[in-house]
């Protein structure tokens, strides 16, 4: 089991940038199955995906809605994920959450086998 601390969350406004940090310990991410993801949820939504790296070749991925505004990196030597995000939107208010699998899953959040506690992101207008 892999745990994962958030931080980085916090109160900007639109057009400002942020920075997600996922801290991840149990074990060295190192396999080429390995993936760290970037979800969010909005109050009465469900939880969506937003970008994805697989760890070991650092190939990534992301939603529609943030394509050219985020992007996830990894720190291989410090287990850490981080997600930037750059031109916040209102609509981009949510807890983000990082997670984790071994699967090679990328997008379906019931793919991921461990979560972090979450972190709020709230982007005023």
């Known amino acids: 089991q892999v745990q994962l601390v958030e931080s980085g969350g916090g109160l900007v406004q639109a057009g400002g940038s942020l920075r997600l940090s996922c801290a991840a310990s149990?074990?060295?991410?190192?396999?080429?199955?390995?993936?760290m993801g970037w979800f969010r949820q909005a109050p009465g939504k469900e939880r969506e995906f937003v970008a994805a790296?697989?760890?070991?070749?650092?190939?990534?991925y992301y939603a529609d809605s943030v394509k050219g505004r985020f992007t996830i990196s990894r720190d291989n030597a410090e287990n850490t994920g981080y997600l930037q995000m750059n031109s916040l939107k209102p609509e981009d208010t949510a807890v983000y959450y990082c997670?984790?699998?071994?699967?090679?899953?990328?997008?379906?959040?019931?793919?991921?086998?461990?979560w972090g506690q979450g972190t709020q992101v709230t982007v005023s207008s």
């Open positions: 997670a984790f699998n071994s699967r090679n899953t990328i997008v379906y959040p019931r793919g991921y086998d461990d």
């Open positions: 149990g074990r060295t991410l190192t396999f080429s199955s390995d993936v």
């Open positions: 790296i697989r760890w070991s070749g650092g190939n990534t």
